[in-house]
Nanobody, 123 residues
Framework: QVQLVESGGASVQSGGSLRLSCAAS?????MGWFRQAPGKEREGVAV???????TYADSVKGRFTISQDNAKNTLYLQMNSLKPDDTAMYYC????????????????????WGQGTQVTVSS
């Protein structure tokens, strides 16, 4: 069974930075970060495939960076230039296998989810 545990969420001022971490156990395919703001649907933020290919949502390109430390089985999300619109619960997710490029940012294609970590950005 895959287990995912996120950490690193906090409250920051607009323009600030945070780094989220996701400790993973068990085999996974594509992994990524998703977020859900109050009253909104869960959306993909950044995902990394087993071959290292990365996909970002347009809203975070140039500001967020996803990375992976295979030795530590940890997934990271470095978030810079944070905006109030980035306020959400952030979730780490993993698929049982590779997710096709057309679906990588769609949450319904991921099988395992962490409990979430809250990111709040104030103006």
């Amino acid at each position: 069974q895959v287990q995912l545990v996120e950490s690193g969420g906090a409250s920051v001022q607009s323009g600030g930075s945070l780094r989220l971490s996701c400790a993973a156990s068990g085999y996974t395919g594509t992994m990524g970060w998703f977020r859900q703001a109050p009253g909104k649907e869960r959306e993909g933020v950044a995902v990394i495939d087993t071959d290292g290919k990365i996909t970002y949502a347009d809203s975070v390109k140039g500001r967020f960076t996803i990375s992976q430390d295979n030795a530590k089985n940890t997934l990271y999300l470095q978030m810079n230039s944070l905006k109030p619109d980035d306020t959400a619960m952030y979730y780490c997710a993993a698929a049982r296998s590779r997710v096709g490029w057309w679906a990588r940012l769609l949450p319904q294609f991921y099988n395992y989810w962490g409990q979430g970590t809250q990111v709040t950005v104030s103006s």
